[in-house]
């Protein structure tokens, strides 16, 4: 969407018509996910809920480039997280440790940057490499709904340390290697905590990650690790996944492990995304989880199906199941178990709209 047609007809309009044509060069992009869900665990009952991102997280947010010759071009990225069932918006960490939340805040991401065919140069917040192989890049459901890749591949937080960088990290500096003929893609991000200096906890919430992967036709492929250090426990994040691309159907894999402390939870799944019409598509994950240290073993089956209404509309069906094992009662979809071993499951039935 155009900011002049975004902005047309309001009180800035006449002063949107100062700016030159070639200069507008924003466009405000977001997401609308919302449906019903209905989850249930052992020992806890069952609840019903109008619930959002069953499919994919909404979103609003704003970005822009500007070409500035010779192949290089400067850009800015900022996002925001929408709460479509209440309006409100979502939490962000400043520092890598600590939890923001109230108000309006590009937590989502939030960057300004250098491109060339050198690559790409990226500095804010924005998403560690080891995050990028839980999305459906790598995973038929991605991080979303009771299907989400993060119900078994999240870290479990233990011995004091709360995980803040599973997903993003602020103050961050990036560097992505350009597109080229060989199909190698990565990323590097050393990101800082900026803890005041001086004590135990200085250097808390400094992360390194990186992310290297390969892409030549049906086949796609990439390894990930970042660590963030916390006084009370580092924590480290690895993955591989793989899919190929057979006839309508996609063959997935994902491995991967977290370690907090001297804990750690390693997850294995197979799954596909099946194109079974042009318009609709069929998801199907399993997971198995073994645990150190920390909680217990778990299993995660989901199948969903996904009908596109258009290019921007579609409808989707999710049903999911986790079962703990022996005494465990940690993992859910939604709603934990009080039963020792308890079994969580649910259902997600929604629609996505983007702009």
């Known amino acids: 969407m155009n900011l002049h047609r975004l902005l047309a007809g309001t009180a800035l309009a006449p002063a949107l018509l100062l700016i030159p044509a070639a200069q507008a060069q924003v466009t405000a992009f977001g997401v609308l996910d919302l449906g019903l869900s209905r989850v249930s665990a052992a020992g806890a009952g069952s609840q019903s809920l109008v619930n959002g991102d069953g499919n994919t997280s909404s979103r609003i947010g704003f970005r822009g480039t500007e070409d500035l010759g010779g192949g290089l ?153 970042g660590k963030t250090h916390y006084a009370t426990g580092d924590y480290t994040q690895s993955n591989v996944g793989v899919n190929y691309k057979l006839g309508p159907a996609k063959l997935m894999a994902l491995w991967g492990q977290n370690k907090v402390g001297v804990s750690s939870t390693r997850a294995l799944m197979l799954g596909t995304q099946w194109n079974v019409s042009a318009q609709g598509e069929v998801r199907f994950a399993y997971t198995t989880l073994k645990a150190s240290r920390v909680a217990s073993d778990a299993t995660h089956l989901a199948l969903g199906y996904v009908h596109d209404l258009s290019k921007r509309t579609a409808l989707y069906a999710t049903v999911a199941q986790i079962d703990n094992k022996g005494t465990g009662t940690r993992f859910n979809v939604g709603l934990a178990p009080t039963s020792a071993g308890g079994k969580s499951s649910g259902l997600d039935v929604g629609l996505r709209h983007s702009f």
Do not use: C
């Open 73 to 225: 071009k400067a850009h800015f990225w900022i996002e925001s997280a929408i709460n479509v069932d209440n309006g409100t918006s979502g939490a962000t960490s400043t520092n890598n440790k600590d939890s923001v939340s109230g108000g309006l805040t590009w937590g989502r991401r939030s960057t300004l940057g250098l491109q060339g065919n050198w690559g790409e140069l990226r500095l804010g917040r924005d998403y560690v490499p080891s995050f990028s192989n839980l999305t459906t890049a790598m995973h038929p459901f991605g991080t979303n709904g009771v299907g989400s890749s993060g119900a078994l591949f999240y870290p479990v937080n233990t011995g004091g340390t709360t995980v803040r960088t599973s997903v993003r990290a602020s103050n961050s500096v990036g560097y992505h290697l350009p597109a080229n003929a060989a199909g190698v893609y990565g990323t590097l991000m050393v990101a800082s905590g900026e803890q005041p200096g001086g004590s135990a906890t200085a250097s808390d919430g400094n992360h390194l990650g990186l992310r290297l992967g390969w892409r030549r036709g049906n086949w796609n492929m990439a390894a990930a690790t």
